[in-house]
């Protein structure tokens, strides 16, 4: 499921765009942030879909080879490991994903096969596939492993599936880490003998809610936070500020005022994390000050009012 900080930048992001963009069509634009979030599920299911794709590819190469006229003891008799991986199968297996990929359409790997075999060849070129196949524990452990190994290892990092997935859905350029992320926690979580079921998107409706309150509080009021913001940079002029620090002070400040159950410090932390991922090497230094000097003048007014002990 999608955590609060990825929330905070897809919401930074379109935040950007609409102010880059001088457009006031706020309805449209969190549309589309909802549509780019809801999509990142797509990603999810399709790397998922991946791993069951390859082991039916597995399967083919496997039939083929044994209808050879001059099969070999090994095309007779092949190593079926990979067919008979008992984590894989339990996606093939999944009326959730299979209902899903029904609902949705997600038919990226049949109309793009290239890419599964381009991910299989890398497998079977690989140390991590020997091995699996040389080892003689038939464990659900054994299997957990390797598919683990098999993703981080060969399907997160190739190049041609992340350049396929940016093409497929641009906001996905930012999604991939979350993703490849989010399915390593599914794969080391499943369990012998459960079936998978997909997860919700959010965790709950505040979190739901938390997408299009942080938009709408940010766009509506970012003059203002811009005042606020100035009064603590007296020795920085508005223009000087990197725009994507100042979308970020105006998020952080909008987090005090709007959400009462946000401890300031997780707010402030928050920030200067998303902060060194998408700005400037010393951005992380400048907001966190900014944020310090803006957080104990609020709390001072009364204008941060949290609900709860230890919030502030």
Do not use: C, W
């Given at each position: 499921m999608i955590n609060r900080r990825h929330i905070r930048v897809k919401v930074m992001?379109?935040?950007?765009?609409?102010?880059?963009?001088?457009?006031?069509?706020?309805?449209?634009?969190?549309?589309?942030?909802?549509?780019?979030i809801l999509k990142m599920y797509d990603l999810y299911v399709l790397n998922i879909q991946l791993l069951?794709?390859?082991?039916?590819?597995?399967?083919?190469?496997?039939?083929?080879?044994?209808k050879k006229i001059l099969a070999t003891k090994e095309d007779l008799n092949p190593n079926n490991k990979l067919l008979n991986n008992k984590v894989i199968n339990t996606f093939a297996e999944s009326i959730s994903v299979e209902s899903y990929v029904e609902l949705n359409g997600l038919n990226n790997w049949a109309e793009n096969e290239e890419y599964v075999r381009i991910i299989y060849d890398e497998l079977q070129k690989s140390?991590?596939?020997?091995?699996y196949l040389d080892t003689q524990d038939n464990s659900y452990k054994v299997d957990k492993a390797f598919v683990l190994d098999f993703?981080?290892?060969?399907?997160?990092?190739?190049?041609?599936?992340?350049d396929f997935f940016e093409d497929t859905m641009i906001s996905w350029v930012d999604d991939i880490p979350f993703v490849n992320t989010w399915?390593?926690?599914?794969?080391?979580?499943?369990?012998?003998?459960?079936?998978?079921?997909?997860?919700?998107?959010?965790?709950?409706n505040d979190d739901e809610e938390f997408v299009s309150?942080?938009?709408?509080?940010?766009v509506l009021n970012h003059k203002d936070y811009e005042l606020d913001i100035e009064e603590k940079t007296p020795n920085w002029e508005t223009e000087r500020i990197a725009g994507i620090d100042m979308i970020i002070l105006k998020m952080a400040i909008s987090e005090f005022l709007n959400f009462p159950s946000i401890p300031t410090r997780v707010t402030i932390n928050e920030y200067i994390e998303i902060s060194k991922d998408y700005s400037t090497e010393k951005s992380s230094y400048f907001i966190n000050g900014v944020l310090d000097k803006v957080s104990k003048e609020f709390i001072e007014n009364k204008r941060i009012v949290k609900i709860g002990r230890g919030l502030l």
């Open positions: 992001q379109s935040v950007y765009a609409l102010l880059q963009s001088h457009n006031d069509d706020i309805i449209r634009e969190e549309k589309f942030l909802k549509h780019s069951v794709e390859v082991q039916k590819l597995a399967a083919k190469k496997i039939a083929l080879s044994k140390d991590i596939y020997k091995k993703f981080k290892e060969i399907i997160a990092p190739n190049d041609k599936l992340g399915v390593v926690k599914t794969l080391s979580k499943q369990k012998e003998d459960k079936a998978f079921v997909l997860s919700g998107l959010y965790k709950d309150k942080m938009f709408r509080k940010t």
